[in-house]
């Protein structure tokens, strides 16, 4: 087979590949990411490229428009190269900088120890949520033993255990031979003054890593968020518990399937399990190689890594099939996974350094919820809350002190920008913000980073969905109205639609538009979180008005207008006040673990406790969805503060 | 440089060498195991060879006698290869078949469980000793899991533990990320029916092993009793508690020094404590692939081995550098080392199967003798009790349920065949039992494996010296009357000499004979145990008279003869219904820990209760000691029945 190669444009990446490779692989060789919600399988249509020059085989597709096909696009899956090639990777399929959600809620706030007035005062303020102890995954002590003599003739891991039992409370202390085979030297070199890194490991203490002389004021730790579409790294001083920087970046595994299903039938093909494996860890290497050099650190001083992601990330992470959280009873192979080295999966830090990861409550409920729930406090306090984690799959919590409850909706990744006409992801020239003139019809939008639209991401929907109702463009079924007198409204290919930008203020090779069917689209997404919320609810017998708090997390969550996002129905009519964005409650729950024993434990008691509720079982579900699928309700008394603002009824 | 060829007789073994390699070590490489007590030093002058052929390079030695050097004898390691040469290696320099002591106390006894009426009568029987629950290091057990269902869709790991709780009560279960890898396919394929081996390790429970189906009647372990001179395995089905087959063999480092002090001092040259390591894994290997064999077991069902040795083996074991616990204050890097998996020392049973060792007291009193404490049940017993351990190296232990307290002596290698003229091991020809006629002075003798006699091991010299007392060929000081009228009396290389056994009748080289100088290094070895006994006694504020029980353990201990050793004053003059042969009960208590964690977790008790009292520092010590280099004492009232026995006073 001979060889070819490959241009990746604008990037000027070259690769060689065999002939007969497809193009989506090829570019993922080279280190090109290009998006594709299905996993390679022709279905999504995203992996669009440009063939500028060079011999390929296309396979037909129904995914590319008359127009796209004209100006030479062709799906990078469903391609094959054949001679040397150059592929302009147009920006709407390029994985780029997006909008990524890296703040987190004040990690330093909650935790006990405080020095100063100030720090107490700070302590007290959010004293009503949860104080947790100063106790990393990995902790360094510094210790002077006593030399042995001929009465104090223990031997020297005794010695070493003794110490290290007068400065910590621990039941079982274990260490590994590596580390015993080299004390008997390390010990007498460096004069019986060493540090020790103590590591929580399943319930055991473990003497991680023993080195000369004091070095206890040098250590660090990193906390991830793995989502789906975005990885998240933070790194920590585990020793002032301050952050030193966070990083965010595409999780490439979006190159083999945008959501959590399509990776998994992905793990499931030939090495597929491998390459999703290690193109997570290679980007959690990038991350963290980049935090520390910023910070001046070494990788060797990086001691911890706790990770809060779903179910499928974490199999993924450790290399764990994830196939049969997909397949009924959608049983994971392990919710508590074995805190490991961290070089074991693959993760670049000290080599015997740390990797935990926080439990989930059930295949489609994973750690990232978990992480949301102490990060919130939620299961700490009187009142009753709600924690809504928007996305492909929307996750519900809610409870209190007393209980805790969960269930899973399938939105659709219609928010996400996948699976709608001129959808993009939350990406720079994403349309975010909306309106429009109910007079003329005519459409104001701003665009992340400012720049020419390029598409429309979820906030984006939400607006133009909300503000179409306000104009009475579409009815209360999302109908479009066909007889309004505008050139904004007219016969796509997939019949009636709006045109939100016209072609000459985009970048875009088309108009961006939404069309009939993405409004169904985004009416069934927005109706299935609000059908979860509500029977969740009434599961507990209880209204939606007797929640007192709604936490909104996640990437999309922090982005959302709340007003529109009632008036569509997305959200319940609720006092305005007792809505919250808590930011990326994932990532600040894996920090608040990295940080203290006590959170993981907590991680985990929450694991235990937590009741999920299996929607897709429930006889109420279909009843209550089909209800929801008016703007913003079929019951408009639920509403009122809609009902009234856009004179509905 | 050039390569040589040597070849070993009478092996007719070939090894090819670069020129200038000494013969110790090509040997070592051809697998021809040469005695050596010094390491290689040129000092024991044991490793005597005779160079047939070829050229070879010799320094000078004090070691060989005129007669030995006329026969062509050299030091193997002070002897280098120059051309290609046949080496002929004489009887007493193989490490050849000794009387290995592979006897233990009957360990079926001691367990709690007993099926039948018979059974329980032994029980009783020894229920003054001590029953151990069986719980063995490495547990199978059979499981039917539920399989998952959407109202019970706990993780595939967590099913497993929560049914491994129904059977053992653990508070903490780990698992390694490669197990947690396979289960989620395993338990599907093997629908729900596995079994999952269980493991002691460091206080928390293991899951070792997930195999599919019920393998459960197939789980064996290997006891270990790693001497400093031979290595016992016993192969155990951890079932049925039953012994499948007991091997011996030297402990092949000896061609590395004979003792622990030559040893530790090998491991600390370049590449030395690697290959003391290796060549005693290696024999642990053949050992336990050769009775995996005899009993048609595979490998891979071995999942335990526990080891019982003396500090320096223990460490060497696990390729720990030694070399502090022969430096002041005489500190072992580790007491209690940790669990790992056999693998990992690269002993080859099970790739996951797990090795223990016992832990000791101190650096000079080893697990060896933890484990003979509790094969005796000295721990238990209301009445005081003693367990002698003779070797080069004695220990004692003394005590009973209330305290325990040991020592360890300095006794020598002189029972153990070296630093005495013609002295060997307890090998094959060497003379054991020995009657000398007080009128004639004629000697009867007999050899173990009754063949030729090839010179006296260590309760031949017990036997001889008690006869040349009651003989009055020596007086209680140890001298020998020159003026008895025998030809058995001469003047020596090294002085006067008793000739015990003619060339004519023996294999070797020269004349049996005991010399002057070997009678003072006798009475010095004695010395040393007996003056060991007394200050141990001394130091509880007991007389000797007050110990109920002497047990006596070791390869030596065993087939020593008590009388004589009283009148040697080696014993104390107790009733002799107070002596007991224990035998190999360091094998008899590696053997209970395999089967027992209460076993195991009693020997660290015992380990950390024991008083270690160190002679050396002990002011009452050259006095007492002193007085005991006499025969059998200078108190000679402490050794009534002697007195009267022997007319002596």
Redesign the interface.
């Known amino acids: 087979m001979s060889a070819c190669t490959a241009t990746f444009h604008p990037d000027n990446k070259k690769i060689e590949v065999p002939r007969g490779t497809d193009i989506l692989n090829a570019a993922i060789t080279a280190g090109v990411y290009i998006t594709s919600s299905c996993g390679g399988e022709g279905v999504c249509g995203r992996c669009k490229v440009i063939v500028k020059n060079g011999t390929i085989r296309s396979e037909p597709t129904g995914r590319l428009t008359k127009e796209e096909v004209k100006k030479g696009y062709v799906l990078a899956c469903h391609s094959t190269i054949h001679s040397n090639v150059d592929v302009e990777v147009p920006p709407a399929s390029r994985l780029e900088k997006q909008q990524i959600l890296t703040e987190e809620v004040k990690a330093d706030r909650l935790f006990g120890v405080f020095s100063s007035a100030q720090e107490v005062e700070k302590g007290i303020e959010v004293e009503e949520r949860v104080a947790f102890k100063h106790s990393p995954l990995a902790t360094k002590f510094f210790l002077k033993l006593p030399p042995?003599?001929?009465e104090d003739?223990?031997?020297?891991?005794?010695?070493l255990y003794r110490e290290i039992r007068r400065k910590v409370e621990t039941?079982?202390i274990?260490?590994?031979?590596a580390n015993?085979?080299k004390?008997?030297?390390l010990l007498?070199e460096s004069r019986w003054e060493v540090t020790v890194l103590l590591g929580k490991r399943?319930?055991?203490t473990e003497v991680v890593l023993i080195e000369p002389g004091d070095t206890s004021n040098r250590n660090f730790g990193v906390a991830l968020d793995i989502g789906t579409t975005t990885i998240v790294a933070q790194l920590v001083d585990l020793n002032s518990r301050k952050t030193l920087g966070t990083k965010a970046t595409h999780n490439r595994q979006a190159s083999y399937g945008e959501d959590v299903i399509t990776r998994m039938i992905y793990a499931g093909k030939q090495a597929g399990l491998e390459k999703l494996h290690h193109v997570v860890i290679d980007t959690i290497n990038e991350l963290i190689s980049s935090l520390a050099n910023e910070s001046n650190i070494s990788l060797s001083e990086i001691t911890g890594v706790m990770c809060a992601g779903n179910m499928t990330m974490t199999h993924l992470l450790?290399?764990?099939?994830p196939?049969?959280i997909r397949r009924?009873?959608?049983?994971?192979?392990?919710?508590?996974?074995?805190v490991?080295r961290a070089a074991?999966?693959g993760i670049k830090i000290n080599p015997r350094g740390l990797l935990a990861c926080l439990p989930g409550i059930?295949?489609y409920v994973g750690a990232d919820i978990t992480a949301g729930v102490i990060a919130s406090g939620i299961d700490e306090a009187k009142e009753v809350s709600m924690l809504i984690d928007i996305g492909t799959n929307g996750e519900i919590v809610l409870g209190n002190k007393e209980w805790l409850t969960c269930c899973s909706s399938s939105a659709g990744p219609a928010f996400e920008g996948s699976g709608v006409r001129s959808g993009v992801r939350a990406m720079e020239g994403a349309i975010q913000e909306v309106e429009i003139d109910p007079k003329n019809y005519e459409v104001k939008y701003s665009t992340i980073g400012g720049v020419k639209a390029v598409g429309i991401c979820g906030s984006g929907y939400i607006d133009i969905l909300a503000e179409l109702l306000k104009a009475k463009i579409v009815d209360r079924s999302g109908k479009i109205d066909s007889n309004l007198k505008t050139k904004r409204i007219r016969e796509g290919e997939e019949g009636l639609e709006f045109v939100v930008a016209c072609p000459e203020r985009s970048r875009r090779a088309e108009d961006i538009v939404i069309t009939q069917v993405d409004i169904i689209n985004l009416i069934r997404s927005k109706g299935a979180m609000y059908t979860a919320a509500h029977i969740l609810v009434n599961k507990m017998n209880l209204k939606l008005k007797d929640i007192d708090k709604i936490y909104l997390a996640g990437g999309f969550g922090n982005y959302l207008n709340i007003e529109k996002s009632i008036w569509i129905g997305l959200l319940p009519d609720l006092d305005r006040k007792k809505f919250e964005f808590i930011g990326n409650s994932s990532l600040t729950g894996a920090k608040f673990s990295l940080l203290s024993y006590d959170a993981m434990a907590k991680t985990r008691e929450i694991a235990r406790k937590m009741t999920y509720i299996?929607l897709s079982?429930d006889p109420a579900f279909m009843n209550e969805y089909s209800a929801s699928l008016f703007l913003p309700h079929t019951d408009i008394a639920a509403f009122p503060t809609v009902m009234k603002e856009l004179s509905l009824k």
């Open positions: 042995p003599t001929l003739n223990i031997s020297d891991l005794e010695r039941h079982i274990q260490t590994g031979l015993v085979k004390i008997g030297r007498r399943n319930g055991t450790l290399r764990v099939d196939t049969y009924s009873p959608y049983v994971p192979t392990a919710n508590f996974m074995p490991i074991e999966a059930s295949s299996e079982v």
